[in-house]
C-alpha cells in the first residue's frame, strides 16, 4: 500500500524515512542539479555552488527524521511505498495558467482545462495533454528534413573523407567513409516527441490507457531515432510551428521524469519541473498583452568595468521602467534582498522607478513603496485568491497601469 504525503515547493517538512529512501532522495536531488538547464539562469540561495547544491535537499532530524525540502519545483517522487507529492506555492491552475503564458504548456480556457487541473496529479496531466497534442501532430504528418550524417558506407555519397577512408583501407576494410546529408523523420524534433512518448508508455504510474495510446504513438515513429544530447534544445519554426504544443510538452516531460536511481533496495522516481522561471515568462507575457503601448521584454545591462550582467524579468520600453518577478508568497514587509535587488536594477538601466511582482492574498496590506535616494520601488502583486488566473491577470495589469501613470506618463513603445 502506498502512503502519500505532501509538501511544498520550497518549503521544508519533517518525514519519517529510512536511511536508504533518505539517500535515495538526496541522489534525486543531486542528479536534477548536475543538469545544468535545471537552474536556469537564477542564483542560488546562501552562496552556494551549482555544482554543490541539490534539487533536493534532505538533512537529518533525528531518529528516523528526515528534513526535506523541494526547490523550486513542483510534481511527484516515489520512494517504492512512499509517494511524495509536491504542490506549488499558489494555486495550481494560476500556476498552470502562467506556465501557459510562457508557452510551455497548453492554452488553458476559463471552463475547461483551468477547472479540471486541481482535480489531477501534476504527471497525469502532463501526460494527458502531451499525448493528445502529439496524437493530433500525427493526424498532420510528422516533419521530415535534412540531417547531417557521416558514416562508413560500400560507395560514395556526399563528400568522401579520405583521412578516415585510408584508415578503414590500411585496416583492410573496403568502405568508404562519408559526410552526406539525407532527407527522413529522424530530427531533434521527433526525437524528443519519441523519448516522451517512451516515457508515457514505460511509466508505471499512469493509467493503461494512456501508456497504451504512447504505444500506438511509437509504432508510427519506427524511422525517428533516439534522443541525442543537444535536441532539448532544439526550436519550432515557421514551419514547424505545429509543433509548438506537443513539443513544449515533450521537453518537460523529457526534462522532469523517468529518473530511476537504485540505492539499495530503495529507488526513487521523479516528475519534477521547475517553476521560476516559467513563472517570470508568464508574468512578462501577461504585462505584454494587458498594457497597450509598452513594450515589455527581459534585457541585460553589464557593468561597467566588469562582466557582471544585470538580468531584471521586466524591462520595460527598453529600460524606461524596470521590474523583478518573486515568485513567493509577499510577507508583511519588504524583503531586504528584494528591495536592494530592485534598486540594483533600477541603477543599472538609469531609471528612477522599479516594480517587484510578488503573490499575495487581498486581505493582506498592500507592501508600502518606498524612496531610497533617487530610486522609487513599488510592489505589485498577484492575487491568488481571485476567483480565477484571469481576474488575478487582470487585477496586476490594472495595478501596473496605475504604477506606470504618474509623472512620466505611458510612454509608446
Not at 548536475?34 to 535537499?57: C, F, M, V, Y
Not at 522532469?256 to 512578462?284: K, N, Y
Amino acid at each position: 500500500m502506498t502512503t502519500s504525503e505532501h509538501l511544498y515547493e520550497s518549503t521544508p517538512r519533517v518525514l519519517a524515512l529510512t536511511d536508504r529512501q533518505a539517500r535515495a532522495l538526496a541522489a534525486v536531488g543531486k542528479q536534477l542539479a548536475s543538469k545544468k538547464a535545471w537552474w536556469g539562469d537564477t542564483e542560488l540561495p546562501d552562496g552556494d555552488s551549482k555544482s554543490a547544491a541539490s534539487a533536493i535537499r534532505v538533512e537529518p532530524y533525528g531518529a528516523g527524521q528526515w528534513s526535506v525540502r523541494v526547490n523550486d519545483a513542483i510534481g511527484v517522487i516515489v520512494l517504492d511505498d512512499l509517494q511524495l507529492v509536491v504542490e506549488p506555492k499558489i494555486p495550481l491552475p494560476h500556476l498552470l495558467y502562467l506556465f501557459a503564458k510562457s508557452g510551455q504548456f497548453p492554452r488553458l480556457d476559463e471552463e475547461g482545462r483551468g477547472a479540471i487541473a486541481s482535480s489531477l496529479d501534476l504527471w497525469t496531466l502532463v501526460a494527458s495533454w502531451f499525448m493528445t497534442g502529439v496524437e493530433r501532430l500525427l493526424r498532420q504528418e510528422l516533419m521530415r528534413d535534412y540531417q547531417n550524417l557521416f558514416d562508413e558506407l560500400s560507395a560514395v555519397r556526399g563528400r568522401l573523407e579520405p583521412v578516415p577512408t585510408a584508415s578503414l583501407y590500411y585496416s583492410g576494410r573496403l568502405a568508404v567513409a562519408c559526410e552526406f546529408d539525407e532527407f527522413g523523420f529522424d530530427t531533434p524534433l521527433n526525437r524528443v516527441l519519441k523519448a516522451a512518448a517512451v516515457a508515457v508508455a514505460g511509466s508505471r504510474f499512469l493509467e493503461q490507457e494512456l501508456s497504451r495510446r504512447a504505444i500506438r504513438v511509437l509504432a508510427r515513429m519506427t524511422e525517428v531515432g533516439p534522443l541525442q544530447a543537444a535536441d532539448l534544445a532544439a526550436q519550432v519554426d515557421r514551419r514547424t510551428g505545429h509543433y509548438r504544443e506537443p513539443f513544449a510538452l515533450a521537453r518537460q516531460v523529457v526534462s522532469g521524469s523517468g529518473r530511476d536511481v537504485s540505492e539499495g533496495v530503495e529507488s526513487a522516481w521523479t516528475f519534477l519541473i521547475r517553476t521560476p522561471e516559467m513563472v517570470e515568462a508568464g508574468i512578462r507575457a501577461v504585462l505584454a498583452e494587458r498594457l497597450p503601448g509598452v513594450l515589455v521584454t527581459k534585457e541585460a545591462r553589464t557593468a561597467i568595468g566588469s562582466k557582471l550582467t544585470f538580468n531584471p524579468d521586466l524591462v520595460f520600453n527598453h529600460g524606461a521602467w524596470v521590474g523583478d518577478v518573486k515568485y513567493k508568497l509577499a510577507g508583511a514587509d519588504w524583503s531586504r534582498g528584494d528591495l536592494y535587488q530592485a534598486i540594483a536594477f533600477a541603477e543599472a538601466f538609469r531609471t528612477r522607478r522599479a516594480c517587484v511582482v510578488l503573490f499575495g492574498r487581498s486581505d493582506q496590506a498592500e507592501l508600502p513603496e518606498v524612496e531610497v535616494g533617487s530610486k522609487r520601488v513599488t510592489s505589485l502583486r498577484w492575487l491568488v485568491d481571485a476567483s480565477s488566473p484571469w481576474q488575478a491577470a487582470d487585477g496586476l495589469a490594472s495595478d501596473a497601469t496605475a504604477w506606470l501613470l504618474p509623472s512620466e506618463g505611458l510612454a509608446t513603445a
